[in-house]
């Protein structure tokens, strides 16, 4: 059903900078005729934003140039003006410290280039993993019609006839290769056989992650966002995407039309259900905050109660994104929630979420499975507690060993990812199955930026003796790529002086994901008498972003924006003189 027209060509926000008989629109006219275009191009007609993340260091959207232009052919087609705008791009792969370093320095310029040009809609196109939330934070704020268009994943990977997922066949072979049972030919075939076409991460990673919840938040066009990013159906898409902002543009039907707590909770319930990336959790509460809408920790370990795991993918499960796209994607797994979900909530076609995915079904049910055949009954992630994690802390139990959902060892503990670098592979290591390993110094602040280290390397000693999982602690995080029993997103950090930056080598830890516990086994006096010693660590920054970052970034259970980012007022029209 076509949106509703509620404007018209002298309501257009552009019209603004090309509607006025004075100098200024003057001189808007006669520079974009500067650039080729004809009057009849541009004039009174919606001027759609092509806001890109290409880069030639992203490998994920290598095929952006391509698809920009298969919007502008839609956007063409509708009768829009379309004007593609460079957006920074956050390359997981290169980007130093951590791309989460430089999400909300995006999020602000998405928001400022739709607050400064004349345009009255946006496409965003995204896929990377912080590249999605950034975009959308910015998106929501500035308030404009906007439709995100996922970069879609890239196809599977091969080694020697088996089948390779990003990052989880990675973390598996290369603690392989440190055993020495894996040599170096090998190791160079893996390299060439893992990443072999433009897209994210095939495996259920963050990208594909925040895709699937963006979907779910009714961003995305139905079925976007598994698309393989080499389909010709990618490229169909992304034409269809040029034509509806046109659309959404005239109906005037922008985020906050339809972005509702109920949306949020269905971004929820499908991160659970698809055992989605621990990133996410952050990357939620952040848009949510961004909307105006309150989501904390509590909502998520809430529906993960209810909410079964029914995406077998990487890396809880067996398939790839490719499979799952073939399978019938996210439609049809939403399908199958359809008592979990809140199926009247909205979304960009100006429709409801149910009638989006209404007549999806599944094609093939060992990728995505019934509810009696479930990875697990609930829990796609765990949120936990105790005097170790007041704030809470998360874990992913699927990606976990069964042994050690409930644990009790002794802690050893490095103080920083350098000192861990340095010692974790010694062959003198007191270290023991049973030890739990703490990382500190690695959250928002400590490392600066949150990076992902959260998965823990298993020293070399215990990797020869055939041990492949342990249970490790930190306030960092970790990639949805990556496995095993990591607790993640410790808070408040210990580089705030946090519980985390109390613990000691030997000190008894004990995790219980059932009971969802995490607690430091040592009295609340010695706890105190610690907590009197402990001094904060020097700023990592003393100028620029690196300073802003310090003074304003928030807490993982807060979503780490930056706190003067939180919905505010509207925003506020650019004069124009």
Same mark, same amino acid.
């Given at each position: ?78 009768? !829009?003006?379309?004007?593609?705008? =460079? &957006? ?12 989460? @370093? ?14 400064? @040009? ?12 912080? /590249? ?28 020697? !006839? ?10 598996? @072979?290369?603690?392989?290769?440190? %055993? ?13 056989? &893992? ?114 795991? &029914? ?61 009696? /055949? ?14 170790? %994690? ?27 990812? =350098? ?31 949150? =990076? ?45 002086? !946090? ?14 994901? %059932? ?63």
């Amino acid at each position: 059903m076509p949106l509703p027209v509620r404007k018209t060509p002298e309501q257009l926000r552009s019209a603004r900078w090309f509607g006025p008989d004075d100098l200024r629109s003057f001189g808007h006219r006669s520079r974009t005729k500067q650039m080729g275009y004809d009057r009849q191009d541009f004039e009174k007609k919606p001027v759609i934003g092509i806001l890109n993340t290409w880069s030639d260091l992203n490998t994920c959207h290598t095929h952006f140039r391509e698809r920009a232009q298969e919007v502008k052919r839609g956007v063409w087609q509708a009768g !829009g003006f379309p004007l593609e705008v =460079p &957006i920074t791009t956050l390359s997981e792969m290169f980007m130093k410290p951590t791309s989460m @370093y430089y999400r909300n320095m995006v999020a602000m310029e998405v928001e400022e280039t739709l607050r400064a @040009y004349p345009l009255d809609g946006v496409v965003l196109m995204g896929g990377c993993d912080k /590249t999605v939330p950034a975009l959308l934070m910015g998106a929501f704020t500035a308030d404009l019609p906007c439709l995100f268009l996922p970069a879609g994943p890239m196809m599977k990977g091969c080694w020697r !006839g088996e089948t390779l997922g990003s990052g989880s066949d990675v973390w598996k @072979y290369w603690d392989e290769r440190r %055993a020495g049972r894996l040599g170096c030919d090998a190791w160079t075939e893996l390299e060439d056989g &893992i990443a072999r076409s433009p897209g994210v991460c095939m495996t259920m990673g963050t990208a594909a992650t925040m895709a699937s919840i963006a979907e779910a938040l009714g961003l995305t066009l139905p079925g976007a966002s598994s698309i393989p990013a080499v389909f010709a159906e990618h490229s169909r898409m992304a034409t269809h995407c040029g034509r509806h902002i046109v659309e959404m543009v005239w109906g005037d039907w922008k985020p906050s039309d339809f972005l509702t707590r109920a949306s949020f909770e269905n971004a929820i319930v499908t991160d659970m259900a698809v055992s989605g990336s621990t990133n996410a959790i952050i990357h939620i509460i952040a848009l949510a905050r961004r909307a105006g809408i309150d989501i904390t920790l509590d909502d998520f370990d809430r529906l993960s109660e209810t909410t079964p795991v &029914i995406a077998n993918l990487r890396p809880a499960g067996k398939y790839l994104m490719p499979d799952f796209h073939d399978a019938g994607g996210l439609r049809a797994l939403l399908v199958r929630l359809g008592d979990l979900l809140h199926l009247d909530a909205r979304t960009v076609m100006g429709g409801t979420l149910g009638e989006q995915i209404a007549g999806a079904e599944v094609f093939n049910e060992d990728v995505i499975l019934t509810r009696a /055949t479930a990875l697990a009954p609930s829990g796609g992630t765990f949120v936990l507690r105790g005097n170790l %994690a007041p704030e809470g802390a998360v874990i992913k139990p699927t990606a976990a060993e069964p042994r050690l959902l409930q644990h009790r060892g002794p802690a050893l503990v490095f103080r920083d990812y =350098p000192d861990l670098k340095a010692r974790i592979d010694s062959d003198d290591l007191p270290v023991t199955p049973d030890t739990v390993i703490v990382l500190q110094s690695a959250g928002p602040q400590g490392a600066p930026g949150m =990076p992902e280290w959260g998965m823990l390397p298993i020293p070399k000693k215990l990797l020869k003796a055939g041990i492949r999982d342990m249970v490790r602690l930190s306030d960092a995080r970790m990639s949805g790529t990556s496995y095993g029993t990591c607790v993640l997103h410790i808070a408040p950090e210990s580089a705030l002086g !946090g519980p985390l930056a109390l613990v000691r080598d030997g000190d008894l830890i004990e995790l219980d994901i %059932a009971a969802r516990r995490l607690h430091l086994d040592v009295p609340e006096a010695e706890l105190t008498r610690r907590r009197a010693e402990w001094t904060p660590p020097a700023p990592k920054a003393t100028r620029g972003y690196g300073k802003l970052f310090q003074e304003e970034i928030t807490q993982a259970h807060e979503g780490c924006d930056f706190r003067f980012l939180h919905r505010g007022e509207k925003m506020t029209e650019p004069e124009i003189y």
